[in-house]
């Protein structure tokens, strides 16, 4: 198996392209992350990192360029492939948790496995192990809405992890904390990613959060540039 698990090659992407108001985000991106790897993805706003973090996941496509997971070009595969792979490999996390609310931390673990294919004892018991590695052992019957902004943070960690994928992508997933908790918080995400060996693009302003990772690269006006 490739120990490469996202490569991004001479990907650019424009909104609108063609129109008057077209919107030109990401030039002739390059990117390879390797097995084990944690990137940190520093941009200023609005310099085309959700437009990158979504390409990468397979939520968006470039208009030009090749995009790789796990040594697949997923570029023009049908979407039911693109859907597999997205549900199986990548796991997402953005800056607010978007967990259920009408379900349980546990529920809110268990359904993406259900999705993919998991029976429901083996999801559960993983949703229970997951909790009880980010310190939420005791959470499992709470909605979100009973959980602390660090805590819903923490379920939404275990929910990207749930299918045991091969990239985390995370997009200021501690943005809308304090910074205390920020910092907390980053520390498991980061035992998380460590423990299960899986790579990681995480998008960060935090220069102290952006340190605590193997590699940085900047995005500036849709270009990667040397840090
Ligand atoms: N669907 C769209 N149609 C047109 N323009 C868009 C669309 N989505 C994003 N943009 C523009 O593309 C640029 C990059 O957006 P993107 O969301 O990728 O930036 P970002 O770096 O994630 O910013 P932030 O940190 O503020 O979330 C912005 O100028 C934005 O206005």
Known sequence: MSDVVLRLSGVSKTY???????????????????????????????????????IAGLLDSPDTGLVEIAGEDMTGRPDRRRTAVRRA?????????????????LENIVLPQLANGTPAGAAKDR?????????????????????????QQR????????NAPRLLLADEPTGNLDPGTSDHVFGVLMTLVRETGLSAVIATHNLDLAARMDRQVRLDKGAIVPV
Do not use: W
């Open 16 to 54: 609108n392209k063609g129109a008057a108001n077209a919107v030109p985000v990401l030039r002739d991106i390059d990117l390879t992350v390797m097995r084990g790897e944690v990137v940190a993805l520093v941009a200023p706003s609005g310099a085309g990192k959700s437009t990158l973090l979504h």
């Open 127 to 151: 949703a229970q192990s997951l909790l009880d590695s980010v310190g939420l052992t005791g959470r499992a019957d709470h909605r979100p809405a009973a959980l602390s902004g660090g805590e």
């Open 155 to 162: 379920v939404a960690f275990c929910r990207a992890m749930a």
């Open 89 to 105: 490999d990548v796991g997402f996390v953005y800056q607010f948790h978007h967990l259920l609310p009408e379900f349980s931390a």
